[in-house]
């Protein structure tokens, strides 16, 4: 369904050697990163904004240049060089510092784009998503509160905090909750008029290349509407892509669907694939690897104070998550990691105290309530340096610590949450062969796919994109460079008012 409650409808179109229907661009996820990249592509133009002053002079200097050339058509990677922050990636950067000049010092001085809607460099394309606009925002439990800032999680040209004003609420700690994340990124979509290229409820099984050629007298089935495309590619390819999947209908039907499409964009995120840990037992029904199951288990009354505890698994930030809303439900925890409580790596030691109590509060519990050492914390024990072995029919979990030593524990279900993977299976090989090292499996911290850092695009497959955690961009502040390096190419691509 879109956010106005309408749904997508599926639209038979004949194809034939004279006139091929094929997209220009099929971007596969509807979270942060294709929601921009939507925007960019529906013909709005950043420019610099006229007697707009930067706080980096060299910048500054550069954008003055050609201030009548839209950023999208001028050299992103001069543009760019110089830049320092807190993204590997340059055009990230870019973009960050010119929606938000000078945030990481505290300040709040005002965008130095403007940003004009021009029909005619439209793009033709589709956004695929398995749920509403926003993505993952959707899956997570709506109170959680953002690691980040809130106004880091706004799109452009729509601050975050404006929306929230107008929603008549305020920002806890300068950061926002999760659902008012997913209902932003919906009310985006509707106020940048955007839903027509949005198709909800579609789950992609299959990208490949094919032949243009092979295809020009088959029948597609698409999720287009009528519409004839302003695409004038100079680089029309013999080969295109065929992305192929199912629609969800409001009936619960799947109905298939194969659109051809001359460039492709990943921007799926990696919510959908947790991290196992690959021990035995760990398919058994009390073994879990979302928090979302902690939340139903609650609901179902199934743990509690009085049951055993609930063992949680990982050092990250979901498993602080976790360890809080268990605190709050008077839930008794038994929290397993593999780090010591000191070690620089572990998320806890990087976030400043009085921005994040809530986590300090949790780091000083993992700190102060050992087993080998009770603490002023009730219903919580930490095993720093620990990790498990196996988990039982009978619910006795078992450890093992870093000499050696093994302990057994009875529990009540078990939450591992020590991260996620991307699900690529719809590409070849699950899409190895596009990351940096191509015999590990794709990881957006550890093996991000390889692309282009100034337009995104696959260094191994010509017309494939990569965005967002994908490309290694994990807040959504940074994310937004890699859609204004695909836009930029893209529309290079096309030839459409070329600088």
């Known amino acids: 369904m879109l956010p106005d409650g309408k749904t997508c409808p599926l639209v038979t179109r004949p194809s034939n050697r004279s006139g091929l229907k094929t997209l220009p661009v099929v971007i596969i996820g509807n979270g942060p990163s294709g929601i921009c990249l939507s925007y960019l592509l529906s013909g709005y133009t950043p420019y610099f904004k006229r007697h707009s002053l930067h706080p980096h002079p060299i910048l500054q200097r550069k954008l003055e240049e050609a201030p009548e050339v839209s950023v999208l058509d001028q050299d992103l990677e001069y543009l760019s060089e110089g830049l320092e922050g807190?993204?590997?990636?340059?055009?990230?950067?870019?973009?960050?510092?010119?929606?938000?000049?000078?945030?990481?010092?505290?300040?709040?001085?005002?965008?130095?784009?403007?940003?004009?809607?021009?029909?005619?460099?439209?793009?033709?394309?589709?956004?695929?998503?398995?749920?509403?606009?926003?993505g993952a925002w959707h899956s997570i439990e709506g109170s959680m509160v953002t690691l980040s800032k809130g106004e880091w999680m706004g799109l452009p040209d729509l601050p975050f905090k404006e929306w929230l004003k107008q929603k008549k609420r305020g920002l806890k700690n300068n950061r926002a909750t999760a659902e008012d994340i997913a209902q932003y990124y919906q009310h985006y979509v509707v106020k940048k008029g955007l839903q027509k290229n949005f198709r909800?409820?579609?789950?992609?099984?299959?990208?490949?290349?094919?032949?243009?050629?092979?295809?020009?007298?088959?029948?597609?089935k698409d999720l287009q509407e009528d519409c004839d495309p302003v695409w004038s590619s100079n680089e029309k390819s013999a080969e295109v892509f065929q992305v192929d999947g199912f629609f969800k209908t409001v009936g619960g039907d799947k109905e298939p669907f194969s659109i051809y499409a001359e460039n492709v964009v990943l921007a799926t995120g990696t919510y959908d694939n947790p991290t196992w840990l690959g021990v035995k037992g760990e398919n058994l029904s009390y073994v879990h690897h979302q928090l979302s199951a902690l939340e139903e288990a609650v609901k179902n009354n199934s743990v509690g104070i009085m049951t055993d505890p609930v063992l949680i698994v990982g050092a990250g930030l979901t498993a602080a998550d976790a360890i809080l809303f268990a605190q709050h439900c008077n839930i008794p925890v038994i929290h397993v990691f593999r780090r010591r409580v000191t070690d620089p790596g572990l998320i806890f030691n990087q976030l400043p105290k009085t921005m994040y109590p809530e986590y300090h509060k949790v780091h000083q519990m993992m700190k102060e309530q050992t087993a080998a050492c009770a603490g002023p914390y009730e219903h919580y024990i930490s095993l720093p340096e620990h990790h498990v072995l196996s988990f039982g029919k009978d619910k006795k979990c078992i450890f093992q610590d870093k000499n050696g030593c093994q302990k057994a524990y009875k529990i009540s279900m078990a939450l591992v949450l020590t991260g996620s993977n991307p699900n690529l299976s719809f590409l070849p090989n699950n899409g190895t062969d596009l990351a940096l090292d191509s015999e590990q499996p794709v990881n957006p911290k550890r093996n991000p796919i390889d692309v282009d850092p100034f337009t995104y695009e696959c260094t191994q497959e010509k017309g494939l994109y990569a965005l967002g955690p994908l490309a290694g961009d994990n807040f959504v502040r940074f994310v937004q460079g890699g859609a204004l390096a695909v836009a930029s190419s893209l529309l290079k691509k096309a030839n459409q008012n070329p600088p």
């Open 200 to 220: 909800c409820g579609t789950v992609v099984t299959s990208v490949r290349k094919v032949s243009a050629e092979s295809i020009s007298n088959h029948t597609q």
């Open 86 to 134: 807190r993204s590997h990636s340059p055009v990230a950067l870019l973009f960050d510092t010119l929606q938000r000049p000078d945030t990481d010092f505290g300040g709040t001085a005002e965008s130095v784009l403007t940003w004009w809607h021009e029909p005619d460099r439209a793009i033709p394309h589709l956004v695929l998503g398995r749920n509403a606009p926003g």
